[in-house]
């Protein structure tokens, strides 16, 4: 899969992180034959949706006070999927949003998303 240098790096993130699972999801309308988004979970939870066609985007699972101030700060950061927009928000991998605080936001959606899951599985992710 061709990918733009900023998604690349996000998805082989995502992909290092315990557990994490990414899955294609959308029909490939294209000749490239890539899938619309990745669909990334842990345990069975979405932490992430990468959009991996033309208008390459990342989906996260935010604090909803940080996501507020996320909106304010960067024009970037906003909302456009059918997720709660309180506790979701998407970025423009080539916006004002530095790819290191991008990255930091990977980081913490994941760690959300892990915090709530229960003791076994937990216990079961600690064990890969």
């Known amino acids: ?38 669909l990334f979970k842990v345990m069975g939870k979405m932490f ?23 909106r304010e700060q960067y024009a970037g950061v906003g909302h456009r999927s059918h997720l709660d927009r309180r506790f979701w928000i998407a970025v423009d991998l080539d916006s004002d949003v530095p790819m290191d605080e991008i990255e930091r ?10 915090a709530g899951l229960t003791r076994r599985q937990q216990a079961e992710l600690a064990a890969l």
């Open 48 to 70: 992430a949706i990468l959009g991996v066609r033309e208008d390459e985007n990342v989906i996260l699972k935010a604090d909803p006070v940080l996501a507020e101030v996320l």
């Open 1 to 38: 899969m061709d990918l733009k240098p900023k998604t690349a790096s996000l998805k082989a993130m995502l992909d290092a992180m315990p557990g994490a699972v990414a899955e294609p999801m959308g029909p490939a309308r294209s000749k490239s034959g890539r899938p619309l988004v990745l």
């Open 105 to 114: 936001l990977a980081a913490a959606s994941y760690d959300l998303v892990r």
